[in-house]
Every structure is written in structure tokens, then in C-alpha cells.
């Protein structure tokens, strides 16, 4: 399944990590164009019941006409506010496509791609506050070396700081070319496109704070799933895949978790199978599910 707004990657595998129940209940929290949506909602009977979320309010336009689904326009750190707001403590199984739609890529003026000349914005909630203007023209230089050090894994994180305060000095970055071209001197021709998707990814995690969203999300799937519930989760870089797999293997986003007095450790979920990733025949059909990962947890 195609549409126009976002291709969705590994679509049988994780709504099949699901392992549905016709009368059960189902959350997509990264709605988007819909398209695992659409397969969950084929999979689930007259009784079955699914909530979408999704904080870009572009993907209202592909809102589903079911009497079985709820699309809500917000962020998934609030799962389980909205869940009771609704009606439901507890779902079944949740899934989650993160990173960035095909759709918010592919519009210049979100300024999320390095393809176009836009302004700097890459919110993904259009109503947000911070924009990534902000971030590269009032951040401190020591913030900036940490967004870029820690989001975007860049061994120059300190100099493409400098470089940046230095620039604004004479005039405000408004502009993704006019970011490229204050950062050209860290942009070799054979490395161009890598640096400027670290950057980018960087200044993107901070903009809509996207790692501190997948914590409070994971942490409110323990108290939302019925036991032998699951979760079905999409990462497209390490940062979000370590903390998915750290937080699936036992129940915390670092250290290990403690053991009682007969060894035993007391953690809420389980792996089920191993990590899936995009066949090289899907890949050739959607460049952007290379870097695709997906993990199935189950709640004990």
C-alpha cells in the first residue's frame, strides 16, 4: 500500500508483530497518510476499535472514515490522557512508525529536507513554539555543541557551533541554503549529503523534542497494555533504536535493572523474535525504509 503522503515501511511486519484480535483495541500513534491504519483497521472486526495520533495537523487529511477509528490531533507523549479521555485505560497492542513522514520531507516549505532552499522550521506541530530558526540563532554556543554532539553524532560538534555563532553575528540563518552555506567548510563533495542529514537530524530531534517524547511514550505503554499486549515499533536511526531495545530488553533507557535476592529481575516486557529489517527488494521500492528497524515487545 502507497499513497501520495508517506509509504509505510515494514506494513505486514509490524501490524502482523500486532498479532490482532478482531474485537481488540489498537493504538497508531504515528498516524501519517494512514497506511497502517488502514491495515490494522482490515484486520479488526465490527467490535474492534483504533485510535490514531498524530501531532502534524497535514495528516488530518487523511482521516479515516470508519466508525471504528479516532484520529487525535496531538503528540503520542500523551497516550494515556487522551486514552481515558475516550474511554479506554488499557489497549491491546500499540504501534509506532517514527522519524519523519515522507510527506513533511517532500513539502519545501516544512523545511525538513536538504533538497530545498526553505525557511528553517522542521516542526512537526506547526503550532509549536520552537522552530529550528530558533535553535540556530538564539541557542548558546555550548547548547548547540550538545545538540549537535548527542542528536546529530558529530565529532565537530564543537567548531560547527562556533562557526554558527559566529555567523549570526552579521546576520540571522533564516534559511536551510543559508545554513549550508555558514557550515560549507565541513562539507566535503564526497560527504556532503551524510554531514548535512546529521546536522539536520540533529537540530530536528531538538526542535520537537523527539527523544524525550519516545521516553515519556514508552514508560506509558507499561501501565496502558493488557497483559500479553504489544508493541510494534519503527526506528530510522540509533538513538531512537537503542532506547526502543534497551527499554523492550528490561524496562529502562540505561543501566540494567535489579536483580532480587534469587537473581530474578522483574521487567515488563519481553522481545518477540528478532530485529526485522526492510527486504532489499522493499528498499528499492522506498529508499527511505533502508535505515528501518523494527522491535516487538510483549507485556507480561
Given at each position: 500500500m502507497t499513497t501520495e503522503y508517506h509509504n509505510p515501511v515494514l506494513l505486514k511486519e509490524a501490524v502482523d508483530g500486532l498479532s490482532i484480535r478482531p474485537d481488540g483495541v489498537y493504538v497508531d500513534v504515528t498516524?501519517?497518510?494512514?497506511?497502517?491504519?488502514?491495515?490494522?483497521?482490515?484486520?479488526?472486526?465490527?467490535?474492534?476499535?483504533?485510535?490514531?495520533?498524530?501531532?502534524?495537523?497535514?495528516?488530518l487529511k487523511n482521516a479515516i472514515d470508519d466508525d471504528r477509528f479516532v484520529l487525535i490531533n496531538n503528540n503520542f507523549r500523551y497516550l494515556k490522557r487522551f486514552l481515558r479521555f475516550y474511554g479506554h485505560d488499557?489497549?491491546?497492542g500499540i504501534l509506532g512508525d517514527f522519524g519523519v513522514s515522507s510527506h513533511q520531507f517532500d513539502v519545501a516549505e516544512r523545511g525538513f529536507s536538504t533538497r530545498f532552499d526553505a525557511d528553517l522550521d522542521m516542526r512537526m506541530d506547526r503550532d509549536g513554539a520552537l522552530s529550528a530558526q530558533t535553535v540556530v540563532n538564539e541557542y548558546g554556543e555550548k547548547e548547540l555543541q550538545k545538540?549537535?554532539?548527542?542528536?546529530?553524532?558529530?565529532?565537530?560538534a564543537a567548531a560547527l557551533a562556533r562557526t554558527i555563532v559566529e555567523a549570526r553575528k552579521n546576520d540571522t540563518i533564516k534559511t536551510?541554503?543559508?545554513?549550508?552555506?555558514?557550515?560549507?567548510?565541513?562539507?566535503?563533495?564526497?560527504?556532503?549529503?551524510?554531514?548535512?542529514?546529521?546536522?539536520?537530524?540533529?537540530?530536528?530531534?531538538?526542535?520537537?523534542?523527539?527523544?524525550?517524547?519516545?521516553?515519556?511514550?514508552?514508560?506509558?505503554?507499561?501501565?496502558v497494555l493488557e497483559t500479553g499486549g504489544r508493541i510494534s515499533l519503527i526506528s530510522y536511526h540509533s538513538l531512537e533504536d537503542r532506547l526502543v531495545?534497551?527499554?523492550?530488553?528490561?524496562?529502562?533507557?540505561?543501566?540494567e535493572p535489579e536483580k532480587d535476592l534469587y537473581g530474578r529481575v522483574d521487567v515488563?516486557?519481553?522481545?518477540?523474535?528478532?530485529?526485522?529489517?526492510?527486504?532489499?527488494?522493499?528498499?528499492?521500492?522506498?529508499?527511505?525504509?533502508?535505515?528501518?528497524?523494527?522491535?516487538?515487545?510483549?507485556?507480561?
Open positions: 498516524f501519517g497518510g494512514g497506511g497502517h491504519s488502514r491495515e490494522i483497521l482490515g484486520r479488526l472486526g465490527p467490535e474492534g476499535k483504533l485510535f490514531g495520533f498524530d501531532q502534524d495537523s497535514d495528516a488499557t489497549v491491546d545538540v549537535f554532539a548527542e542528536y546529530g553524532e558529530l565529532r565537530n536551510t541554503v543559508e545554513l549550508k552555506e555558514v557550515l560549507q567548510r565541513f562539507l566535503p563533495p564526497h560527504r556532503q549529503h551524510k554531514i548535512l542529514a546529521q546536522i539536520y537530524q540533529a537540530i530536528r530531534i531538538e526542535v520537537n523534542q523527539e527523544l524525550e517524547s519516545l521516553k515519556e511514550f514508552l514508560l506509558q505503554t507499561v501501565d531495545k534497551r527499554f523492550i530488553r528490561n524496562g529502562l533507557f540505561e543501566g515488563p516486557f519481553k522481545a518477540v523474535g528478532k530485529l526485522i529489517v526492510p527486504t532489499a527488494e522493499e528498499i528499492s521500492e522506498n529508499s527511505r525504509a533502508r535505515s528501518a528497524k523494527l522491535r516487538i515487545g510483549e507485556r507480561l
